[in-house]
C-alpha cells in the first residue's frame, strides 16, 4: 500500500487479502520480477490485476548455427565482439585483436611478425594429438585455418591473415555445445564466424579512410644475457660435430665439400642482438573503403596497407 508499510504476497494462484484499517480509496503497488510494476485504486470491489512481462534490452542480433537470432532468444555461450572497440587497435591481423575481448579464448604468438601463426583456443585444450584450433566460418564459408609452412625460414603464416581487419563487420564465438551443434567435430574447438562489410542497397556510394598510427614495445626490462661471437661459434661446432657433420667454424682456406670455413670461432665478431630486437617498433596502418548501392546491387571495395 502506498505511504505506508502494509504488504502481501500472493498465492500460487494469484490470490490475496490485504486488511488493513485505511479506508477507501487507497492505492496499491503491484510489483513481481520479471514485470513491469503497476499502481491501481481500490475502492472496495474486487480486483484482477494483470501485469505485463517486462523484456529486458536484449536486441543485438548474434550469428549462430543455423543463421541470426536476437540476444534475448539465445541462451547458449555466445560472444559477440564489438568492432568500435578494437578499430582502434594497432594489430595487423583481426585474430590478434580478439586478445582480452572475450572470456575463455586464449590466443597466444610465438613471433609477432604480421600473417604469423597464432594459437587460439577456446575454454581451454581438448585434445592432446588431435587439433585444438576452433572452426572460422567467415561469411558462411569454412575456412582452412591449418598453418601453411613456409618453404623460406619455415615460417608458418596463417591463412586468416589475408583478412583486413578493417572490413570486419562482426565477430561471434560460440562457444558451448548446444551452439556449435550443427557444425558437428569440426565445431568441437568451438566456432568463430565473422561477417565482413557490405555496402547497402540504395545507398550513395560513400568513401571511408582511416590511419593510425602506434607503438609496440618488448614487455618488460629484462635485458636477457646472450653468448658472444666466439662463444656462438665454439656451441655451433659443437653441434655440428655431435651431427656427424663439419665444423662450419673453421680455418677460412680449409674447404670441405666444396664448402670454405667460416673463420676460426675467435674470429668472430660479437653484435648486440637483444637491444635490436627490444627496440620500439612504429606500427602504421592505412584504409580505404568505397561502398553502395543501387535498388537490385550493392558493393563494397577496401583495401590497406599495414607496415
Known sequence: MQGTTHTVATDNNGHFNFVTGQKFPYTLIVSYIGYKTQTLVANGETLEIGLEASASQLNDVVVVGYGTQQRRDVVSAVTKIDPSST????????????????????????????GSDLYIR?????????????????DGVFV???????????????????INPADIQSIEILKDASAIAIYGSR???????????????????KIEFNA???FANAPGDRIWETTTGPEHALLVNEYSRNMGK????????????????????EEQPTYDRMSYLNRTAALRDYNIAVSG???????????????
Open 212 to 214: 593510425s598510427e602506434g
Open 246 to 265: 663439419p665444423e662450419p667454424f673453421r680455418a677460412r682456406d680449409v674447404i670441405v665439400n666444396g664448402v670454405a670455413g667460416r673463420g676460426l670461432p
Open 293 to 307: 548501392g543501387s535498388d537490385r546491387t550493392r558493393f563494397y571495395l577496401g583495401g590497406g596497407y599495414t607496415k
Open 187 to 205: 565445431g568441437a574447438n568451438g566456432v568463430i564466424i565473422v561477417t565482413t562489410k557490405k555496402g547497402n542497397y540504395g545507398q550513395k556510394t
Open 122 to 138: 577456446v575454454r581451454g585444450a581438448t585434445s592432446i594429438n588431435a587439433s585444438n584450433s576452433p572452426l572460422y566460418v567467415i
Open 87 to 114: 578499430k582502434n587497435i594497432p594489430e595487423g591481423s583481426f585474430d590478434a585483436q580478439l586478445q582480452g575481448k572475450a572470456a575463455g579464448v586464449q590466443i597466444n604468438s610465438n613471433i609477432g611478425v604480421p
Open 144 to 162: 582452412n585455418n591449418k598453418s601453411l609452412q613456409g618453404i623460406f625460414q619455415d615460417r608458418a603464416t596463417s591463412p586468416l591473415a589475408d
